[in-house]
């Protein structure tokens, strides 16, 4: 069966203390493995797609590596405004268009 | 460029009653799909569409239908709401060459 998922749960981080967070997958055929933010009452607001393991993607302090069991989402010297839900999804071939998602994982950045 | 719309914010229904939750979105995306969102069960696919006048199910589509008449819209219906409906729901679209999907910023629906 494909599975989706991330860890830890719940981050929380210090005003410039970097952290990775994790999203490992079973699945069969990957077409591509995206990440979302979530703040609360919104909806999620797409990042990155990583397609090849060894591919990485960059945006401001986040940086998004694949292998090819997982992915990871690193925040360097996180602010209080990362503060958020960060999704992670995959996209499998056999499964057309439709995405599979993580669970999540909350993130808190303390000043 | 208003991208995902959803329709409404908020609702509070009661159990038996039926709605429709709109979803339009004006980037001329092939793909658009519904999920909802329960605390402890993350995103889950409720149905989903590749253009208009094709539709398939997600991985919990009981209790839901939907149409794509035209690549606009892709509303969907509660039937006969049930408690268990209680839940945030997000529309979403994607093209082909662009993976990413877009989502809309949810209605909040609450079955009492």
């Known amino acids: 069966e494909d599975q989706v998922t991330q860890s830890p749960e719940a981050l929380r981080l210090q005003e410039g203390e970097s952290s990775s967070l994790n999203c490992s997958y079973t699945?069969?055929?990957?077409?591509?493995l995206f990440w979302y933010r979530q703040d609360p009452g919104k909806g999620p607001e797409f990042l990155f797609t990583?397609?090849?393991a060894g591919e990485e993607k960059e945006k401001e302090r986040l940086k998004a590596t694949l292998t090819k069991k997982e992915s990871f989402l690193h925040i360097t010297a996180p602010k209080p405004e990362d503060s958020a839900t960060y999704l992670c999804?995959?996209?499998?071939?056999?499964?057309?268009?439709?995405?599979?998602f993580g669970g999540g994982t909350r993130v808190l950045v303390k000043p | 460029n208003a991208g995902v719309t959803q329709t409404p914010k908020f609702q509070v229904l009661k159990t038996g009653q039926s709605m429709t939750l709109q979803c339009a979105q004006d980037?001329?995306?092939?793909?658009m799909s519904w999920y909802r969102q329960d605390p402890g069960m993350g995103l889950r696919l409720i149905h989903y569409?590749?253009?208009?006048?094709?539709?398939d199910q997600g991985e919990v589509p009981n209790g839901y239908n939907v149409s794509r008449s035209t690549t606009e819209d892709f509303p969907l219906r509660l039937l006969s709401a049930a408690p268990s409906q209680t839940s945030v729901y997000f529309c979403?679209?994607?093209?082909?060459?662009?993976?990413?999907?877009?989502f809309g910023s949810g209605t909040r629906l609450t079955v009492v």
């Open positions: 569409s590749v253009g208009a006048g094709i539709t």
């Open positions: 699945v069969s055929g990957l077409r591509g």
């Open positions: 990583l397609y090849s």
């Open positions: 980037m001329n995306h092939e793909y």
């Open positions: 979403a679209s994607s093209t082909r060459e662009i993976y990413g999907y877009t």
């Open positions: 999804a995959v996209r499998i071939k056999a499964a057309g268009n439709k995405l599979t």
